[in-house]
């Protein structure tokens, strides 16, 4: 074989070479920075679709979320909230069920008023985690314990609990939007 075709196979699988190597940092990177970002929702999100599309099913997300018109609460607002959340805690010892119930209200009309669409709740928990990816597990634990509420399943203790992780993602969704995404770790679940 001609030496000058030798050669230029080997440079062409140098550069491929190269290339994959520089691809599979680049995804390796993405990777962490996303498991970073999302913490325990990447890990979530791994069970459910597999490590192969855990990332591209994240990316997704955060682009779905880029196109909504999201918002921080006006002062007024944020007092509104916090009286309404003030009112339903203080429901809970007299009535543990009408509470959560409110509660699960009171959180969707707070996703509402900052610019969340307000979907099936699959949708909703997987939204929230793009801005709130430490809490959106207390969120789902919070709706498993109300649907159970609602076929007499959950216990007071339940209840209780499901206004402690209302309470999580409430408190995060009075806070202002930040500029660079949230990596602060606020959980309960």
Sequence with gaps: MDPRIETAIV???AVIAVLLIA???MRKQR?????ERFGPEY???VHEVGPA???T???ERE???EKFSLRTLAPDEREHFITAWRLVQSRFVDDPQAAVRDADLLVDEAMQARGYPMSDFDQRAADISVGHPHVVANYRAAHQIALRH???EASTEDLRQAMIYYRSLFDDLLEPIPATPVTHKREVA
């Design 57 to 59: 099913v994240l990316l």
């Design 11 to 13: 440079i062409a699988v």
């Design 23 to 25: 691809w599979l940092v």
């Design 31 to 35: 990777t962490a920075k996303l498991r």
């Design 150 to 152: 609602r076929v007499g």
């Design 63 to 65: 682009k779905r979320v």
């Design 53 to 55: 599309r855990a990332d």
């Design 43 to 45: 890990d979530r999100a």
